[in-house]
């Protein structure tokens, strides 16, 4: 089977700094993405990691290392426009490739 | 604004009955996917489309069904719906079948009562 794991809500300040973890268990493990989702829209796409190691783009940045199986979305600079869904996604190599998504992390971001 | 067209927006239906959910991707992209959203879930993968043809499969019902035309857009058909379908389903898609990136519509938002 496959699982992906990531906390269901995470809380912070604005201007703070805020780590959003994913684990998963899966087979044929190509790559891990993230997506972004405020309530009522589209999930859009933020980063994605095929190899271990840290990928920054702007205020984000996210990891990965595929012998611990794990990833991490880091949000610098907090802003309330970040409170949203975060969901991890991992691609999946089995032929023919599909992305499967964890549950998601709700972030909210107070004054 | 994605580039994905996704109609209709809202989607209120009886159970039992049968609806169909449009998808356009964006121009270019051959590969369309196609998620459901249940209340505060996470994004469940349908099926996929490239080109025509169908190359992944999700847990989708039997009473779901999909394709995709020539002009690659793609219809997803929801058939003896029942109350537990209501959702929003997310069509998304990609240049090519080994997704990297994908790129989301708006979605349809089905209720059925």
């Known amino acids: 089977g496959q699982s992906l794991e990531q906390p269901s809500e995470v809380t912070a300040v604005e201007g703070a700094i805020v780590q959003i973890n994913c684990t998963y268990q899966t087979s044929g493990f190509y790559g891990l993405s993230w997506y972004q989702q405020h309530d009522g829209g589209a999930p859009t796409f933020l980063s994605y990691?095929?190899?271990?190691g840290l990928e920054e783009t702007g205020r984000f940045s996210s990891f990965l290392s595929r012998s611990d199986s794990y990833g991490y979305l880091l949000l610098q600079e907090l802003q309330m426009k970040d409170s949203a869904s975060y969901f991890c996604?991992?691609?999946?190599?089995?032929?023919?490739?599909?992305?499967?998504f964890g549950t998601g992390t709700r972030l909210l971001v107070s004054p | 604004d994605s580039g994905v067209t996704q109609t209709p927006k809202h989607l209120i239906t009886a159970t039992g009955q049968r609806v169909t959910l449009r998808c356009s991707p964006r121009s270019g992209d051959l590969s369309v996917y196609w998620y459901q959203q249940s209340l505060d879930q996470g994004l469940q993968f349908l099926i996929q489309y490239y080109n025509g043809e169908e190359r992944a499969k999700g847990n989708i019902l039997e009473r779901f069904s999909a394709q995709q035309f020539p002009d690659l857009h793609s219809e997803l058909n929801l058939s003896s719906l029942e109350l537990g379908d209501s959702a929003l389903y997310f069509c998304a898609s990609s240049v090519g079948p080994e997704n990297t990136e994908a790129f989301f519509g708006q979605g349809t938002r089905l209720t059925v009562v």
């Open positions: 996604a991992v691609r999946k190599n089995t032929g023919f490739q599909k992305l499967v």
């Open positions: 990691n095929g190899l271990d």
